[in-house]
Structure formats: structure tokens, C-alpha cells
């Protein structure tokens, strides 16, 4: 009973955890936020300043496809099934505040900034597979020998990964992004996103990156911790040190948008055009 016990404990910390990233991660700023975060916080990358108007509402662009950027493109993803994918956004977000939030701030509390940093460097040093597997298929070997060259040196001189030995680090030729995972690969290929999609905890996706997200796991070295629920407690960990880092971007979000929903999906899916592009 006790190990049964165990068991549904992991397995409820990484569903609650897990969407806590995805709205994180996917909450994009307005334009008079951007000058406030640090040039280092991640989710500038959602920050395109033609996304927003003065209000905070989305730019519409005109149907007219001559005047359209390829983000814009990639944005008009269609999303058939959007009363489902509504319904589990709305599922996420009431997660997000009634249950995840107050999780994400007592961790950040208790937990001073700097460890959480060293946290997230060390789980990010271990997602070195995704990258470099990700890299080499799309015929980058310059720029996956810089990861392997960041990998070595962060595990053998920075603890393992926990410190970041190799930040300032230049490689020998300018190279683009290595945060690159299977679903960007499918799409440097030229897969289209196909449809969009919003899934339960883990949040905006597409059709393409949900079978590149599959993939990932199997590329994930913690997917391989053993018993089973000790893999699920370790990921738990990880989506609650890197949320504990992010708290407020989502808010942000639904104050800035009369559609927070749509204001999630244009920017996940520019930002994923944007990084196949990197």
C-alpha cells in the first residue's frame, strides 16, 4: 500500500507540474514588457513586437498573401478541432492558478534563486541527446560538435552541469541555435505543422511537434531512471524548478490579450517557425 501510495503521488506531481511549464513556457509579453525582462529570459522569443498593438490586442495582417511574412504564415496554422483544444486550454489554466502557481511559489521561496539556476543548468546539460541527435539530422555537425563540446566541458568542469562552465564560450565559426528537439527537425525538413493542438498538462502543440515530442522522450536520459515513478518524480522536479523561474510571464499574457487563448497559439506557433529558422 504504502509503495502503491508512492506511486500516485509521482504520478499527480508530474500531470500538475507539467502544465505548469507549458503555460510558462508558452506565455508570450506584450510590448511594454519587453523592455523590462533581461535580454537572457527565454521567453523573448515569443516577444515579436508586430504580434501586439498598443492594447495589447493581436494584429490582425490582411488576407492579402503578398503582404504576409512566413510567420504570419506559420501562425494562420489551422485549428480544426479548436472547441477541444479550447476546452483543455481552459482545463490547464484553472490548474494553473487554483493548484500549480501556489506549488511554483512556495518551491521559490524555500529555494533560493541561485540554486534553482544551478537546478535548471544541470537539467538542461542532460538534455544534451535531444540537441545533438536533433542537430545531426539536419545535417549540422558543426554546430552539434559545439554542443558536445558544451556537454563535455559543463559535465567535467561544472559539476556534472550544475554550473554553466562554458556560457561565455565562442565557437570557432558563428553557428546558429543548438536548442533544437525532433520536432523542429520534422520541420527543417519541411513538414508543416499540420493542425494545431492543445493537449492536457502539457499544453499548445501541433501535429508534427506531438510525434516529435514522442520521439524526444525516448532521446531523454531521465526516461530511463528506474522504477518507473522515480523517472516521473525527477521530471516533476525539473518542470517545478524551471516554472519557480517564470512565475507572472502567463499572467502578463491574459491581462495584455482579450484572447488569451489566441494570444497562445499565435505566439507558439511563431516561435517554433522561428527556431526551425535559427
Not at 510558462?24 to 527565454?42: D, F, I, Q, R, V
Not at 535548471?120 to 539530422?137: A, C, E, Q, T
Not at 502567463?250 to 497559439?265: G, W
Request: proline share 6%.
Amino acid at each position: 500500500m504504502h509503495r502503491l501510495t508512492r506511486v500516485l503521488l509521482a504520478t499527480v506531481a508530474l500531470t500538475l507540474l507539467s502544465c505548469v511549464v507549458a503555460l510558462a513556457a508558452t506565455a508570450p509579453t506584450g510590448p511594454a514588457s519587453l523592455a523590462e525582462k533581461p535580454a537572457t529570459n527565454m521567453l523573448l522569443a515569443y516577444g515579436d513586437v508586430d504580434i501586439w498593438d498598443e492594447t495589447g490586442q493581436i494584429i490582425k495582417k490582411p488576407a492579402n498573401g503578398d503582404k504576409l511574412t512566413k510567420s504570419d504564415i506559420a501562425a494562420q496554422t489551422p485549428d480544426p478541432l479548436e472547441g477541444w483544444n479550447r476546452m483543455w486550454f481552459g482545463f490547464n489554466d484553472k490548474l494553473y492558478f487554483w493548484a500549480l502557481k501556489p506549488v511554483a511559489q512556495g518551491y521559490g521561496a524555500v529555494i533560493p534563486e541561485r540554486p534553482r539556476i544551478w537546478v535548471g543548468n544541470f537539467f538542461h546539460n542532460l538534455m544534451f541527446p535531444v540537441r545533438f541527435v536533433s542537430l545531426m539530422l539536419q545535417g549540422k555537425p558543426d554546430a552539434a560538435a559545439v554542443e558536445t563540446s558544451r556537454f563535455i566541458g559543463n559535465t567535467a568542469f561544472g559539476l556534472g552541469g550544475f554550473a554553466d562552465v562554458t556560457a561565455d564560450s565562442k565557437p570557432y565559426k558563428p553557428i546558429g541555435s543548438t536548442e533544437k528537439d525532433l520536432g523542429l527537425t520534422f520541420g527543417y525538413w519541411g513538414a508543416g505543422n499540420g493542425m494545431y493542438l492543445v493537449w492536457p498538462f502539457i499544453g499548445p502543440s501541433s501535429a508534427r511537434d506531438t510525434v516529435g515530442y514522442a520521439g524526444d522522450y525516448f532521446l531523454t536520459p531521465i526516461s530511463y531512471i528506474h522504477p518507473w515513478y522515480w523517472s516521473i518524480a525527477t521530471k516533476g522536479y525539473d518542470k517545478i524548478n524551471e516554472v519557480s523561474m517564470r512565475i507572472g510571464d502567463y499572467e502578463t499574457l491574459k491581462e495584455a490579450s482579450i484572447d488569451p487563448y489566441e494570444a497562445v497559439r499565435d505566439a507558439y506557433l511563431r516561435n517554433r517557425y522561428k527556431k526551425i529558422n535559427d
